[in-house]
Structure formats: C-alpha cells, structure tokens
C-alpha cells in the first residue's frame, strides 16, 4: 500500500472482517467485470424473488462480547468501542446480485469473492476540505413521532456526541480550522 501510495498509483485494497484474507490490486489491472462500485447519494434498486436469511451469532456469544467490551471500558482502555460480528448468510444470489439489490448509497464488488455496502459516507474530501458525517442512530421512520423520539432519545444523543468530538479531535491532528457545521440532522434510508 506505501509503495502504491509513494508512486501516487491508485489500487483497491480488500480485507475481509478478520483481516486474514487481504488483496491490493493497482487500478490498471482490474476489469469492469472484476468490480462494480457505487460512491453516489442515490442508487436504482433491481428486485429479486429472494430472500437473504440471516444467520447471527447466538446470544451467549453476543454476551462473551458484550462483557469484553465493558471491561474494556471499565479498564479505562477505551471509551468508544463498536461490537461488531461476523453474520452469515444463506441466499440463492450471486454476489453481483447482492450487490446490484443492495440498499446502499457506497457499495463495492469484487469479482464473486466480496461485497460491501453501506448507507453511510463515513468521510468525503472536496475542494481541499475534509467532510465527515458520522451516521448514529436508526429508527423505524413510520413510527409515531419517529424523529421526535430518536432526537429526544439520551443514549442516541450521548453516542453522537461521542463521535463527533471523537472525529473534530481526530482531524484536529492534521488539519486546521476544524468545526461542527451542523451538529445532528435526520437522513431517511428506504428499507429494502
């Protein structure tokens, strides 16, 4: 990656969720076929007579990580922790077809060996300037009040402010003139 980075050469950088499984591939050889992304605020969802059944971790693996995170922060080695796990999938699609049904503004595919996608555009750079937009909180939007009760909601708003002073403290590193120009705000995602 250094080396693609110095020669100022672009290439894609894969990782699967463990981080044993990684690829950096230069741009120049990859082929249409080989990757399909999507990096837009708006995309065209194909539908498919198909349902992705999920297949989570079991709750007593869930509360092994849950415990571990709350050691970690009752030890005073981090105050911001996100407990994620790997979830298996059973589905008749193809990774093109996950792809192209995905619900997502930012989506990757790479050959029928990986795919991503996300609502979120975690940090965008324009015109020499540093954006992010850190996305907490969800809430089912046909709910009474919807956006009443996720603004209200003290554990959503502890976490935003978190993150927020986590990410201007970040970028304070390098950058200058860091500031907060709109503090929390409502985006509606469509479900799929």
Do not use: W
Request: charge should be positive; include cysteine; hydrophobic fraction near 35%.
């Amino acid at each position: 990656i250094n080396t693609f980075g110095k020669k100022r050469e672009p290439f894609l950088f894969i990782s699967d969720f463990e981080a044993k499984n990684i690829k950096v591939i230069p741009l120049d050889e990859l082929t249409k076929e080989d990757v399909e992304f999507q990096i837009q605020r708006s995309y065209t969802k194909q539908s498919y007579d198909n349902s992705i059944k999920k297949i989570p971790i079991d709750f007593k693996t869930y509360q092994e990580k849950f415990q571990k995170v709350i050691e970690e922060i009752k030890s005073g080695n981090t105050y911001l922790l996100n407990l994620t796990a790997p979830t298996k999938i059973e589905s008749s699609l193809s990774l093109k077809e996950i792809f192209q049904n995905a619900n997502a503004n930012f989506k990757l595919r790479y050959k029928n060996e990986f795919v991503c996608f996300s609502p979120e555009s975690f940090v965008t750079i324009k015109e020499n300037k540093i954006h992010t937009y850190p996305m907490k909180g969800t809430i089912d939007s046909s709910l009474h009040e919807a956006k009443k009760k996720i603004l209200e909601n003290k554990k959503e708003m502890a976490e935003h402010v978190m993150v927020v002073d986590l990410l201007r403290n970040d970028l304070s590193i390098k950058a200058k003139n860091v500031r907060v120009e709109s503090f929390r705000y409502i985006s509606e995602i469509e479900a799929g």
